[in-house]
């Protein structure tokens, strides 16, 4: 069994500002735990290459990503929205987080592994398809799904976004698009305030009350996602992978365990193994408190690779 780790050292050089949660310690906490479990030299390292123009059209207006390179600053910050802001290495570094996703889709389609994992930031699934919003420049995850529809010629790939903020970005760009299933679950109502009741036969969205427990989630999932995922027989899984619904992270009042991402990671391998020749791309999304974010990745990761 194989598992692609991609990452790109551009990632870690896209700052914020020393206050923002979404910093280059999260890459940093989660690299230095999975090399303290012995787990990085079981994992197939690649670097990611930039997403290019064509790839990103394919889910972002034109409009937008001529205005996110004009913006790009060359020195300074420059502000995407209230909470989201480029410095000098934000673009390139969202290019690779988005080409980090491509790259994923390749080598797992090509067979070449089993399953991957993006080790990127920024985030992508708050982006729209006009509009960069909540840390997010562009929608990494979808970038990869619509490579996959495009390129690889799949007509079912399902996103599984278990981030404890809805998935408005992804929702945006394929709510008319029923060769891609969503399933989201996220605290609601709670940032970004949409997926509550803007869902459909392919868009399943599961809104969690603040207070949701571990084993509330599960039966959720038990309930919503997984009936939906079968019926649908997805030929390949990505997963918006973001783990600030944890206990620790007070970036949100859900209330999940290390536990609950290897259970979560596990249901969703048995879909893949059943449908889609077990190929999984996992992508990282959210998760803000630093221990309690490289544990979870870390048995999501063990999980994901056997180790
Ligand atoms: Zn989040």
Known sequence: MHTAYISHALCLKHDMGSHHPECPARIQAIEDRLIAAGLMDWLQ???ASEATHEQLLRVHAPEYLQRIADIAPSEGMVALDGDTLMNPFSYPAALRAAGAVVE???LVMRAEVENAFCCIRPPGHHAERAQGMGFCIFNNVAVGAAHALAVHGLSRVAIADFDVHHGNGTEDIFRDDDRVMLCSTFQHPFYPYSGADSG???IINVP??????????????EQHWLPALEEFRPELLL????????????????????????????????????HAGRRIVSVLEGGYELNSLARSVLAHLKRLSGF
């Open 200 to 202: 459909n036969a392919h």
């Open 239 to 274: 997963i918006s992978a973001g783990f600030d619904a944890h206990r620790d992270d007070d970036m949100s009042m859900l209330g999940l365990s290390d536990a609950d991402y290897d259970w979560i990671t596990a249901k969703l391998m048995a879909v893949a193994e059943r």
């Open 208 to 221: 969690l009350a603040a207070g949701t427990t571990g084993e509330d989630f599960r039966a959720a999932i």
């Open 104 to 106: 994923a889709v390749d």
């Open 45 to 47: 390292r690649y670097e």
